[in-house]
């Protein structure tokens, strides 16, 4: 079996697993960047199971036809049930996801949320997807990374680990970054500018030169505000009082 449960000796880290047919896929571009930094730090664990290693018979197979007909396959309740068992008994760490368009959508509050918590197991998914009674009998959270279909939960996984790892503390440098950027007020972030001063014909903001910090922070809230109205309506209910829509943000 090749999982790296026994080897890891290090100090507590923030500890991510998955469950997949595509071990290989794991860290893949999580080594890069911020979060392979944090990786190669020990900021936080990577550890990928191939769900194959749990497969019984001489056939090794994981999916089976589905009942009631239909195109596909559909993954063996029995084998990721087996899976996950091991893996959790093996130091695996909750909340248990399951990675598909049927999930929740992700939000950052969510992301906070496991970001926050000791680690993460996550489930990814090939085929038409999983018997649903291993979902139940498991209960299992589902999570969807937006409304597309991805060709398997790898992917989605991979963007929610690259969105909770930049939380933890030390990844990103200053903690001012984190604070400023989308999401965190219910606003997407107001825009940005750098050298040089003048690009095409266009001319930074004015009020970005003056130095007065007070009347650039109220600037910028005001692009946020505006920024979100235009284009995330659904974002802005209580945050702005002149938002067009009012429902509860999520
Ligand atoms: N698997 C396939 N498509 C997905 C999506 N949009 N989100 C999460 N997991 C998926």
């Given at each position: 079996?090749?999982?790296?449960?026994?080897?890891?000796?290090?100090?507590?880290?923030?500890?991510?697993?998955?469950?997949?047919?595509?071990?290989?896929?794991?860290?893949?571009?999580?080594?890069?960047?911020?979060?392979?930094?944090?990786?190669?730090?020990q900021i936080w664990s990577?550890?990928?199971?191939?769900?194959?290693?749990?497969?019984?018979?001489?056939?090794?197979?994981?999916?089976?036809?589905?009942?009631?007909?239909?195109?596909?396959?559909?993954?063996?309740?029995?084998?990721?049930?087996?899976?996950?068992?091991?893996?959790?008994?093996?130091?695996?760490?909750?909340?248990?996801?399951?990675?598909?368009?049927?999930?929740?959508?992700?939000?950052?509050?969510?992301?906070?949320?496991?970001?926050?918590?000791?680690?993460?197991?996550?489930?990814?998914?090939?085929?038409?997807?999983?018997?649903?009674?291993?979902?139940?009998?498991?209960?299992?959270?589902?999570?969807?990374?937006?409304?597309?279909?991805?060709?398997?939960?790898?992917?989605?996984?991979?963007a929610l680990l690259d969105?909770?790892?930049?939380?933890?503390?030390?990844?990103?440098?200053?903690?001012?970054?984190?604070?400023?950027?989308?999401?965190?007020?219910?606003?997407?972030?107001?825009?940005?500018?750098?050298?040089?001063?003048?690009?095409?014909?266009?001319?930074?903001?004015?009020?970005?030169?003056?130095?007065?910090?007070?009347?650039?922070?109220?600037?910028?809230?005001?692009?946020?505000?505006?920024?979100?109205?235009?284009?995330?309506?659904?974002?802005?209910?209580?945050?702005?009082?002149?938002?067009?829509?009012?429902?509860?943000?999520?």
């Open positions: 079996m090749n999982d790296n449960f026994t080897q890891n000796t290090t100090p507590p880290s923030w500890r991510a697993t998955v469950l997949t047919l595509y071990p290989d896929m794991f860290p893949g571009p999580l080594n890069e960047a911020l979060a392979g930094r944090a990786l190669a730090e990577l550890n990928s199971v191939n769900i194959r290693d749990y497969a019984h018979g001489k056939h090794g197979s994981v999916d089976d036809q589905p009942f009631g007909g239909g195109p596909g396959m559909v993954m063996r309740p029995d084998v990721l049930a087996e899976a996950i068992d091991a893996t959790l008994a093996k130091g695996a760490i909750g909340p248990v996801i399951y990675l598909t368009p049927r999930g929740a959508p992700l939000k950052q509050a969510r992301v906070r949320e496991i970001s926050a918590g000791a680690g993460v197991t996550l489930i990814c998914g090939r085929f038409e997807g999983v018997d649903e009674r291993v979902l139940e009998s498991r209960n299992i959270e589902e999570i969807s990374i937006g409304d597309y279909v991805l060709s398997g939960g790898e992917i989605a996984a991979l969105a909770a790892v930049r939380l933890l503390p030390g990844v990103v440098g200053a903690a001012e970054s984190l604070r400023e950027e989308s999401f965190e007020h219910g606003l997407l972030e107001y825009p940005h500018y750098t050298r040089p001063r003048q690009f095409e014909g266009k001319d930074v903001p004015e009020i970005l030169l003056s130095g007065d910090h007070e009347r650039i922070r109220s600037w910028r809230r005001a692009e946020a505000e505006k920024t979100t109205r235009n284009r995330r309506a659904d974002l802005c209910a209580g945050t702005m009082s002149d938002c067009v829509n009012t429902r509860a943000r999520p």
